[in-house]
């Protein structure tokens, strides 16, 4: 079990990532945390939520990996957009932008209507492991838990599916996602690229990236079931 303030990490993830967790590193970032909140600050996700990722696609089941960079750090009539999930809002709270934008292009390339719900669970539950970078941040103040530890430990787990299984596709969108590409082997697996989906760059490149057909091409080529994107 991790302590206190990080909550419960899934066992098949805890295999592969339980040294990081007792890394002085993650003593450090939890110190941080634990200030944060003793200070009256409020952080997002809510701590049950924190591995949402990670609990909803054990690490075997992982086929697909987006990586987003921070958890979003606003609310929407009270209810925190945040659940640990990249892009993934809870149930009920208006997509925001960038999340808009993936729908789009979803539906422009795949030719199917999304419901407007924001979410992504039933894409974690197919094994899209839906990853940010940075774990969590402070409520109004975004890229305020960067270089605090997070992206160490989310490297970790990148080297670990990067080294442990084969034939994953990673998606990067937008510079500080494919950062985190160059420590992906694109010989064992299929690496996506495309600017980000948020307002200010999806113009750039992400319309027309026709990357959900890509992936599930992928998929289907190496016999597995594709994933169905439709929300």
């Not at 057909?213 to 597995?224: P, T």
């Amino acid at each position: 079990m991790v302590a206190e303030p990080i909550g419960h990490l899934d066992a098949s993830w805890q295999a592969q990532l339980g040294e990081e967790l007792n890394k002085p590193y993650m003593q450090s970032l939890r110190d941080f945390l634990k200030q944060e909140k003793s200070t009256g600050k409020t952080i997002y996700p809510a701590n049950p939520l924190i591995f949402n990722a990670f609990n909803h696609t054990p690490f075997d089941k992982v086929r697909v990996v987006i990586i987003g960079q921070d958890p979003y750090h606003g609310d929407d009539k009270g209810q925190a957009q945040a659940h640990g999930l990249s892009f993934s809002v809870p149930q009920g709270v208006k997509p925001p932008p960038s999340l808009r934008n993936i729908f789009k292009e979803i539906e422009a390339d795949l030719g199917i209507k999304m419901s407007g719900e924001g979410d992504l669970t039933p894409w974690a539950k197919q094994g899209v492991l839906l990853l940010n970078a940075t774990l969590t941040v402070e409520m109004a103040n975004a890229g305020s838990h960067q270089k605090r530890g997070w992206e160490e430990f989310t490297d970790a787990a990148i080297t670990a599916l990067n080294d442990h299984k084969e034939g994953l596709v990673f998606v990067l969108w937008g510079s500080y996602a494919q950062k985190k590409g160059e420590i992906i082997n694109n010989k064992r697996h299929l690496v996506l690229n495309s600017p980000h989906p948020s307002p200010l760059s999806a113009h750039r490149g992400f319309f027309g990236n026709h990357q959900f057909s890509q992936i599930n091409a992928y998929l289907s080529g190496r016999g597995e079931t594709p994933i169905k994107w439709q929300i």
